[in-house]
């Protein structure tokens, strides 16, 4: 169990574009899920934690009008990401933390973004 | 306060030896200590973890060494094999409702045949 998939797995976008992310927990229910963002060979960067039901947290630096979170279920989060430019290209991870589990969370497969 | 520091960058073992990854964080806070292993354009996923009140926790290949007073933790991978060959990290979190994970720079095992 414990299964979070994302999609879609890799998308292309022209500049000035906007893009929707989807994260979904398939078999369990999520209070907290997290947005991450991954440059080649560098570690995980922390954007955004969301709690169903209730505005994103967001990171020091991260532009919240431009990285939109919407947790509308406790097993879909969404991240938009708006007006994309060249820079945003890069590899979007979510995880999620089970409803009543310990501290564990679960990542998705990521989602590939090239803007052009 | 909040990093988390990984050592070594890269490692190359040969099949069936031993990978040893360390690392060290600074705030005292933390209260769980996850390792992830990730595959090229594939998200993390989660290895082995441990909380600040035991010393080590073995799962198959893997263990975890943890020393509290020194702030310092390792995974250790035995009889390592080319399929463990990935990125692993390192991680820790605070106890709370959100626990943000704090990850270390990350560590790219290839075992070699």
């Known amino acids: 169990g414990a299964v979070v998939s994302q999609h879609p797995s890799r998308v292309i976008c022209k500049s000035g574009t906007s893009v929707k992310i989807e994260c979904r927990s398939l078999?369990?229910?999520?209070?907290?899920m997290f947005w991450y963002r991954q440059f080649p060979k560098q570690s995980l960067m922390l954007m955004a934690t969301?709690?169903?039901?209730?505005?994103?947290?967001?990171e020091q630096g991260v532009e919240k009008d431009k990285f939109l979170i919407n947790h509308a279920s406790l097993t879909l989060s969404t991240l938009t990401v708006t007006s994309a430019h060249p820079e945003d290209s890069s590899f979007y991870i979510c995880?999620?933390?089970?409803?009543?589990?310990?501290?564990?969370?679960?990542f998705g497969p990521g989602t590939r973004l090239t803007v052009t | 306060q909040q990093q988390v520091k990984q050592s070594p960058q890269s490692l190359i073992v040969q099949k069936g030896g031993i990978s040893i990854i360390n690392c060290a964080y600074e705030?005292?806070?933390?209260?769980?200590f996850p390792w992830y292993q990730q595959f090229p354009g594939k998200g993390p996923a989660l290895l082995i973890a441990?909380?600040?009140?035991?010393s080590e926790k073995k799962e198959g290949r893997f263990t975890i060494s943890f020393n509290k007073s020194a702030k310092q933790f390792s995974l250790h991978i035995m009889d390592s094999q080319p399929g463990d060959s990935a990125t692993y990290f390192c991680?820790?979190?605070?106890?709370?409702?959100?626990?943000?994970?704090?990850f270390g720079t990350g560590t790219k095992l290839q075992v070699i045949p």
């Open positions: 991680a820790a979190s605070t106890p709370g409702g959100y626990q943000k994970v704090t």
């Open positions: 078999d369990f229910q999520a209070t907290t």
């Open positions: 995880s999620a933390r089970r409803r009543g589990g310990l501290d564990e969370q679960y």
């Open positions: 705030n005292t806070a933390f209260d769980y």
């Open positions: 969301s709690n169903e039901g209730s505005k994103a947290t967001y």
């Open positions: 441990i909380r600040p009140d035991v």
